[in-house]
């Protein structure tokens, strides 16, 4: 009889899943820094309008996630992880291919709701390998793993565009996903009988009780998100930025954690991600409209000054929030 992955934290199947979540960040975080100035030129389109890319990107994360729980719970959810990547990369490619801007919001609302599915997926995935006592050092753990990958996507990406162009960022973008298919394939899960979820519920995808600190760090996020555009035109100053965020991972998983109930770890852990990501994805299409003069144009003009002023206002926005609001609510709503 095959042995369970549950044993201990650190078993072969968790850090599986855990370099899994690693190249599915990395993934999608190759291509947010270029696809922007890319999209601009080669379809003659408007700095604001490919913003709003981005918006789509995020509002399909959400709108697929009700959905999560019964999808796994209907079709196990190793299976909607893997396939929802594909579907992921699949859109991933066709960004070297879109000719026009409807096109493009398309491509953006597949990859964005692929991504939130697999996301989601994944989080659960981690949870049921891992022992009931050791999940909540297991959200940290998988949670660090993707923002790593986040980190290191964004990286890798600018530097194999300079190197290679757009088309090999697309391609390097795709392999990170079938590698991290691949590591999840080779993850054991139990065989659990389905429990009849009902078809739209937020189960496993966001936690009410956590909205303001889920705010709180969209505003955090925020941040190296307005400056990530800026990659591309040579200012590293986001590679800061993002470090920070990768620091703040730990300490506001486990907030999310302490403000779960028993069986809501892994809608702590999702809602920690949503929050974060959207907060990326709203920070570069905020640049991009800054960026926008009202005319279409060839290229990816960015005023430093005026994104340099909004990343202040951001911080010290989210700095106030959080010692105003997000700390005292935690200390009364931690049940943990």
């Given amino acids: 009889m095959r042995k369970s992955n549950t044993d201990n934290l650190w078993s072969l199947g968790f850090i599986r899943m855990c370099f899994a979540n690693f190249l599915l960040f990395a993934s999608i975080y190759a291509l947010l820094p270029v696809l922007p100035s890319v999209m601009v030129s080669r379809l003659g389109i408007s700095t604001g309008q490919v913003g709003s890319m981005f918006l789509v990107f995020a509002a399909a994360m959400f709108l697929v996630g009700p959905f999560h729980a019964y999808l796994g719970d209907e079709y196990k959810r190793k299976r909607v992880l893997v396939y929802s990547t594909f579907v992921m990369l699949g859109a991933t490619l066709g960004y070297i291919f879109v000719d026009t801007f409807p096109k493009l919001l398309l491509l953006a609302a597949v990859q964005g709701g692929a991504f939130g599915l697999a996301t989601t997926a994944g989080i659960t995935v981690a949870i049921d390998i891992t022992a009931s006592s050791r999940r909540s050092a297991g959200n940290m753990g998988f949670a660090l793993a993707a923002r790593l990958g986040m980190l290191i996507g964004v990286g890798t990406g600018v530097w194999m565009f300079y190197l290679k162009g757009f088309s090999m960022v697309a391609y390097l973008s795709i392999l990170c996903g079938i590698f991290s298919?691949?590591?999840?394939?080779?993850?054991?899960?139990?065989?659990?009988?389905?429990?009849?979820?009902?078809?739209?519920?937020?189960?496993?995808?966001?936690?009410?009780?956590?909205?303001?600190?889920?705010?709180?760090?969209?505003?955090?996020?925020?941040?190296?998100?307005?400056?990530?555009?800026?990659?591309?035109?040579?200012?590293?100053?986001?590679?800061?930025?993002?470090?920070?965020?990768?620091?703040?991972?730990?300490?506001?998983?486990?907030?999310?954690?302490?403000?779960?109930?028993?069986?809501?770890?892994?809608?702590?852990?999702?809602?920690?991600?949503?929050?974060?990501?959207t907060g990326i994805l709203m920070g570069i299409a905020v640049c991009c409209f800054l960026s926008d003069s009202g005319n279409e144009h060839l290229h990816f003009y960015t005023d430093f000054q005026l994104i340099y002023k909004v990343i202040g206002i951001a911080i010290l926005v989210a700095l106030a929030v959080y010692f105003l609001l997000t700390y005292s609510y935690f200390k009364k709503k931690r049940v943990r």
């Fill in 181 to 277: 298919i691949l590591f999840a394939m080779r993850v054991y899960v139990a065989f659990r009988a389905p429990i009849g979820m009902s078809r739209c519920n937020l189960d496993r995808f966001l936690l009410v009780r956590g909205w303001l600190p889920a705010f709180n760090l969209l505003l955090i996020a925020f941040i190296p998100g307005v400056a990530l555009p800026l990659i591309k035109q040579g200012d590293y100053s986001v590679l800061f930025f993002l470090v920070v965020l990768v620091v703040l991972t730990i300490p506001f998983t486990k907030i999310f954690v302490k403000l779960s109930q028993h069986c809501q770890r892994g809608t702590a852990n999702t809602t920690c991600h949503l929050s974060m990501d």
